[in-house]
Antibody
Framework: EVQLVESGGGLVQPGGSLRLSCAASGFSFSNYWMSWVRQAPGKGLVWVSRVYTDGGMTTYADSVKGRFTISRDNAKNTLYLQMNRLTVDDTAIYYC?????????????WGQGTLVTVSS | TVVTQEPSLSVSPGGTVTLTCGLSSGSVSTTNYASWFQQTPGQAPRTLIYSTNSRSSGVPDRFSGSILGNKAALIITEVQADDESDYYCVLHMDDGVYVFGTGTTVTVL
């Protein structure tokens, strides 16, 4: 069974940093694109970033480009999102997602999310 | 780029509802690899459809995806009470990024 468990969320001040993790199990992690999606309270889903199987290719939404870095450790079956220079607009539940199948870069399986609150 | 969806739709139990996903400029095609997601309050999204018309594992065949005119579409037939949810589409863009639609709230009356 595919399982994705996010962690690392919490309260951080504007301008601060946070690193999210997503522990994956139940599938061959290194064979799948992985992504991050966020959702501000009461708002819609927003795609954030994705990373290729070997970590060598990454893509970002304009709203986080230059501030967020997606990475993965295939030996640890873990996806990361390093978030720097956080603003109140980054407050959201952050979901990690696995692609639907090998070779696809889309969003298939979702974790339950971790809440990031940026506030002074 | 703005991905547009109907803000809300209502349907009677047993009926059919069609949700659409369009682009503020241009047409949606199969190269946008449209996906559709269902989300109920407090829950993570659930993938229903990917690559325009492929159904995710475990999704009933009452849910189907297609291209209708210049938009992607999610068609739900034989609507049930527990289909009442928010539905989001996402499109893959030429520069490799994905953009979510604004979401549609489906109410089963």
């Amino acid at each position: 069974e595919v399982q994705l468990v996010e962690s690392g969320g919490g309260l951080v001040q504007p301008g601060g940093s946070l690193r999210l993790s997503c522990a994956a199990s139940g599938f061959s992690f290194s064979n799948y694109w992985m992504s991050w999606v966020r959702q501000a309270p009461g708002k819609g889903l927003v795609w954030v970033s994705r990373v290729y199987t070997d970590g060598g290719m990454t893509t970002y939404a304009d709203s986080v480009k230059g501030r967020f870095t997606i990475s993965r450790d295939n030996a640890k079956n873990t996806l990361y999102l390093q978030m720097n220079r956080l603003t109140v607009d980054d407050t959201a539940i952050y979901y990690c997602a696995r692609a639907t199948r090998e070779g696809n870069g889309d969003l298939g399986y979702w974790g339950q999310g971790t809440l990031v609150t940026v506030s002074s | 780029t703005v991905v547009t969806q109907e803000p809300s739709l209502s349907v009677s139990p047993g009926g059919t509802v069609t949700l659409t996903c369009g682009l503020s400029s241009g047409s949606v095609s199969t190269t946008n690899y449209a996906s559709w997601f269902q989300q109920t309050p407090g829950q993570a999204p659930r993938t229903l459809i990917y690559s325009t018309n492929s159904r995710s594992s475990g999704v009933p065949d009452r849910f189907s995806g297609s291209i209708l005119g210049n938009k992607a579409a999610l068609i739900i037939t034989e609507v049930q009470a527990d289909d009442e949810s928010d539905y989001y589409c996402v499109l893959h863009m030429d520069d490799g990024v994905y953009v979510f639609g604004t979401g549609t709230t489906v109410t089963v009356l």
